[in-house]
């Protein structure tokens, strides 16, 4: 038996029960054990016909080549990963954008989460001088499986946005927006080790215009500090993104890209692009934790990778496929709610694939709210995860939800109708 009076700080914070591993763990258990669960809760793309084919016969060809199998079964990585795959890599970024990345700049891990759990803790805690140093979160809310990755207590801070209501047939469309005053004055007060940034946000669907970009990259340059740019849904790829932006680098910028919305979250993947020491750093901790990383999708996208065809993926496949799915659930959710006589929004969805809802009449919490759904047999993730690291009790955390709308229709209609169903029992 585990005795709690002997576990370390840092054990019992990583072994507690954590939103992450509660999302997880829920999504695990409707997937492989009670089918009728509704899944509309976790991160799990979509199985995308064509790229669904495409991923078939490159494993198929994969099997036909013995060095393949070799380097993806029988060898071990370096621990930044494959050469030949970091290579092209590399090269994919200084012919489509021009950017000067080098392999030195690139480094493979077991996926984007792992990416951040890495860079958390690299920058942020008690430094060498005995300085608490924290991570900003620019805009609230943000992606919940950044908020217990830190190995040291109270690591995030995290500024409220500015919230704009947009004009529209139906009127209930919002928008969140970086606060740059409440940045800039965080910024301020010198305890700030790096920005965390996810583009398309992870719950909202958020997408950082490019001028916000800029101005977040002049003060991160002006305060002389990273940030780390999440680009799970983003561009250059899986380019699931709704609305026109263009990818950014700077000396200042560390890009974090994955495989797994591409249609690849089992093969755990994720590549970190940024200063040569942090890259260096990263492929240490690859090292200390796991001395390698996994082999099979680095092999499997390599020559998509080195043909560019990688970039074509998204605006050719995975964007239809989405965008078709978000706009059939934006009805769906309006004729639903109108029904039910209860107040609703909904944030802009510009990109990944999720709708971001906002109930301000709610009762309960959303956490009680998504519970009682799933007593219903539908699976959502309650707003309360994804406000870590903000001060102040703003009561619209407890009053939103995330749902995932890439499920198969008939799933993605039904849970809807219970969702309003359930608030309209459920409000003051």
């Known amino acids: 038996m585990l005795n709690p009076d002997v576990i370390t700080r840092v054990g019992a914070k990583l072994s507690q029960a954590t939103g992450i591993w509660e999302l997880m763990e829920d999504l695990g258990h409707a997937l492989t054990v ?64 021009g950017w000067p990345v080098q392999p030195e700049h690139v480094a493979i891990t077991p996926g984007s989460q792992c990416a951040t759990f890495f860079l958390i803790n690299l920058f942020a805690g008690q430094d ?111 380019a699931i993104v709704y609305t026109s932006i263009q990818p950014v680098y700077a000396p200042h910028f560390i890009l974090l890209f994955s495989l797994s919305k591409i249609g ?23 090292a200390v934790a796991g001395l390698a990383n996994p082999t099979l999708g680095q092999q499997m996208v390599l020559p998509w990778i080195e043909d560019g065809s990688i970039l074509e993926i998204g605006p050719r496949w995975l964007q239809p496929f989405y965008n078709a799915r978000r706009l059939k659930a934006r009805e769906w959710l309006h004729a639903a709610f109108e029904r039910a006589r209860v107040p609703w929004a909904m944030h802009a969805d510009e990109g990944a694939f999720f709708h971001w809802l906002w109930l301000p009449e709610l009762k309960i919490s959303s956490r009680e709210f998504c519970q009682r759904l799933k007593e219903r047999k539908v699976l959502t993730v309650p707003g309360e995860y994804f406000f870590y690291g903000l001060e102040e009790n703003w009561t619209h955390r407890h009053q939103c939800l995330r749902i995932n709308y890439s499920g198969h229709e008939n799933v993605v209609r039904e849970a809807v109708e219970i969702i309003a169903d359930e608030a309209a029992q459920n409000q003051r």
């Open 34 to 97: 009670d089918p009728d669960m509704r899944m509309l809760g976790g991160g799990n793309p979509a199985m995308v016909p064509e790229f669904t084919q495409a991923a078939r016969q490159r494993l198929k060809q994969m099997l036909e080549e013995p060095e393949t199998v070799a380097a993806m079964l029988g060898n071990y990585d370096p621990p930044r990963g494959h050469p030949r795959f970091i290579e092209a890599f590399a090269a994919l970024l200084r012919r489509t954008y």
């Open 128 to 238: 060498r001088a005995g300085k608490q140093r924290k991570i900003l979160l620019p805009l609230c809310p943000e992606y919940l499986g950044y908020a217990d990755q830190g190995l040291e207590p109270d690591i995030f801070v995290a500024c409220r946005p500015k919230l704009e209501w947009i004009e529209g047939p139906n009127r209930h469309l919002f928008k969140y927006h970086i606060d740059l005053a409440v940045v800039e004055e965080r910024l301020r007060q010198g305890d700030i080790a790096a920005m965390l940034i996810s583009r398309p946000t992870n719950p909202s669907g958020n997408v950082l215009a490019d001028d916000e970009i800029r101005a977040l990259s002049g003060l991160a340059s002006q305060f002389g500090i990273p940030i780390i740019l999440d680009q799970a849904y983003g561009v250059p790829f899986p």
């Open 264 to 286: 690849l979250p089992g093969t755990r993947t994720g590549i970190v692009v940024g200063p040569a020491e942090v890259t260096a750093a990263v492929a240490s901790l690859t």
